[in-house]
Structures are given as C-alpha cells and as structure tokens.
C-alpha cells in the first residue's frame, strides 16, 4: 500500500483551494464580456422575454401605444382601436392555424357568438331583446369568450376528424349556419334589418362612450390596448409552454407526434377552444365604438379578413398577428386614397370609386404578395432588419 506524505497532503489541499474573491471576479468577467444573447438553460431560452433588448423594446412599444391617444386624432384612434380588437382575434386564429396547422374559415362565427353572448349578457332585461342586466365589463366580456369556446368545443369532435382542404369547408359551413342562426333568432340578434345594440362598456360608474375628460375614442382605446396586451400574454404563455410544444408538434407531423405519445384528438380540442376563446372576446368588443351590429357582418369576408391577418402578419408569431391586425385595420384609409391615383377603378354605377371592391382587392394582393415574396410576413420583414444591424457592419 502506497502512502502519501503529509506535505503533499497539504499541497494538494492548497492547489484546491480558490484564493479569495477569484469566483465572483470570474462571474463579474463573464458578465460583462460576455454574450448576453447566448442561452445557458432550456427555462432561459423559453422565457417570455429572454433578453434584455426585447425587455426593454417591449416596454418602450407599450407605453408608446398608452400615450398616443393624447397626440392623435379621434378619427384615426377609433380606426386603431378597432385595430387593437382585431388583434385579439388574429391571435386566436394563428394559435388554430399557425401553431396547430388546423385550417380554419369559421373565425367569423365564433366572433358573433361572442358578440351576441356579450350583449345578451349586458343588455336590459327590459329590453326588446334578450338581456341580464350585468354591465360589468370583465364578466360580459369573458362571457362572450366563453360562450365561443363552448361553441368551439361542440364543433371540435367533428373538425378534429379532418384535415386541409375538408376541413377548410366544413368550418366554411359555420358561417353559412351561423348567418341563418344570428338572422333567424330575432329575440337574441334584433334581425338583419334592425340589429341590436352593443355592450355598454361602464367601468366603476363611468360610461366609456362618453366624453368627459377624455373623448369616447381615447378611453375607448385605452380599454382595448389593456385587453389586447392581457390577451398576448396569455397567448405567449400558451404557445411557450407543453400544450404550445404539444401544438407545434402535431402542425409539423401528426403522426409522428401520435406515435411519440400526443393525444392528437385532445390538443386539436384545445387548439379550436382556445381559438374560439379569443374570437369571443374579440367579438364582445369589436362593435363598442359602433354602437350597434347586425348578422351582415359574419359573413364569409370576416374570416378572409382574419386569415389575411395571419398570413401578412406573420404565422405562429403573436407579434405577427398585432400587425396584421393593425395593416387590416388600416387598409380603408389606404383604399380611401388610392382611386384618387387610379381613376380607372370606379363604379358603373354613378362613376365614383368603389373603395369596397378597391378593399376586397387589396386583401387579396397583399395576401400573394406575403406569400411570394415574404411568406413570414411582416414579422419576417422585422426580423431580417433585426438581423441586418445586429451584424452591421458585416452583413451579408
């Protein structure tokens, strides 16, 4: 047996040991000269907001959008407010189509169940229509979240069997029956003549419709934007965590993620809940600022218009799907103005521009147009001007 002498005993103790204050400096080293944007953990890279750019850019874009009713017109904050709402809907489309791969033309109906649940919810019991008188905001607005995704649910055992293109239809029919349902129950809709008005937003007493110190249009939008950012989070959340994974898993190859152990018929039932859930809060707000709303407005070109929401903001992106919304919502100012620079588009009617047909016609151009040359859309776009200056100058 080999022994050790004392004094190597000792220096080997004293080679272990660290001299004082060598592990802080090297964590201090490391800090300063190292790469932030470099993960070091799985909980790192899947954080919300995993750096400290994002932190603060989101930051800045947030209290931008608190403070720009102050500096805005009414006419535009009411055409961004309604941007703001679209967003919300968007964002549950893309976590059907987008995260779940579930093609889906049926938004439109989900969006007027929640409508019409939010205004039986708020409206008067006294009233020509059906109403319960509650006027709290969360509880009408989350009712019509909820009356969607319980219509979503109904619809789900029978769309989860399909795929593509026939499921692209049979969501399609929604809309066909919804149309007929929302015309036909007059007690609930007021019919596609009259309509019926839409949820009073009052909070703690106060009538946002209303001006006082603030005009209609700015408190207005500050109700959307908090909803909307409520709505994001909520929508990160999911998309980061085991049912986003389980989502991305069956979009890519459902298959594949049935035989690693994914119940493809349970994640598709909460693909097409949560959808529906925010197609419901979407609808309780979108008609606000208007007043009143009728069946006319779920039809077939709704869902296009939510589907050109996805497809230009970008897919499986919740960022994406805000500035989808926002370009949508902004498209009628941007048609308003184009016949004066095309004066061959115009009505046979009286000759004036038709800015409908020059709307319609936009949605589609800008659709192809994503799609060939950006198919990741305006979230593409960022992020190859993200790209460009984080490497200038040698960029390539």
Not at 67 to 81: A, E, Q, R, V
Request: glycine share 12%; hydrophobic share 50%; with cysteine.
């Amino acid at each position: 047996m080999s022994t050790i002498s004392p004094q190597r005993k000792s220096g080997q103790r004293k080679s272990a040991q660290k001299p004082e204050g060598t592990a802080p400096e090297a964590r201090r080293s490391r800090r300063v000269w190292g790469r932030p944007d470099l993960y070091t953990s799985y909980r790192q890279d899947m954080a919300m907001l995993n750096t400290r750019p994002k932190q603060l850019g989101v930051l800045a874009i947030v209290v931008l959008a608190a403070l720009l009713p102050l500096t805005t017109s009414d006419d535009l904050l009411k055409i961004l407010g309604t941007g703001l709402v679209l967003a919300i809907g968007a964002i549950g489309l893309n976590l059907l189509v987008g995260y779940a791969g579930q093609v889906s033309l049926g938004h439109a109906f989900f969006v007027g169940v929640g409508a019409y649940a939010a205004s039986a919810i708020a409206g008067d019991p006294e009233g020509r229509y059906i109403g319960f008188g509650i006027d709290v905001v969360p509880v009408w607005i989350l009712g019509g979240g909820i009356a969607a995704a319980l219509a979503g649910a109904l619809v789900a055992p029978i769309a989860t069997r399909l795929r593509g293109l026939y499921l692209a239809i049979v969501t399609l029919g929604l809309v066909v029956i919804g149309g007929y349902i929302f015309t036909e129950w007059r007690d609930l809709s007021g019919g596609a003549q009259v309509g019926r008005e839409a949820p009073q937003p009052v909070i703690l007493g106060s009538d946002l419709t209303r001006d006082g110190a603030f005009t209609q249009e700015q408190k207005l939008y500050w109700l959307f934007l908090v909803v909307l950012i409520i709505s994001a989070v909520l929508a990160r959340n999911v998309a980061r965590s085991r049912i986003g994974r389980a989502l991305a898993a069956v979009r890519d190859r459902d298959v594949a993620a049935g035989v690693m152990g994914v119940e493809l018929g349970k994640y598709k039932l909460i693909a097409f809940v949560l959808s529906s859930f925010f197609a419901g809060v979407c609808g309780s707000l979108l008609f606000v600022a208007n007043g009143v709303f009728g069946p006319e407005r779920f039809t077939l070109l709704l869902s296009v218009q939510f589907i050109a929401m996805v497809l230009i903001g970008g897919v499986a992106t919740i960022s994406g799907s805000i500035m989808g919304a926002m370009l949508i919502a902004l498209l009628p100012r941007i048609s308003a103005e184009l016949p004066s620079f095309l004066p061959f588009i115009t009505s046979a009617a009286n000759e004036h521009p038709n800015i409908f047909e020059v709307e319609i016609a936009l949605y589609g151009a800008l659709i192809v147009m994503f799609l060939l040359f950006e198919p990741r859309g305006l979230f593409g776009i960022w992020v190859r001007i993200r790209t460009y200056w984080k490497s200038f100058p040698f960029s390539y």
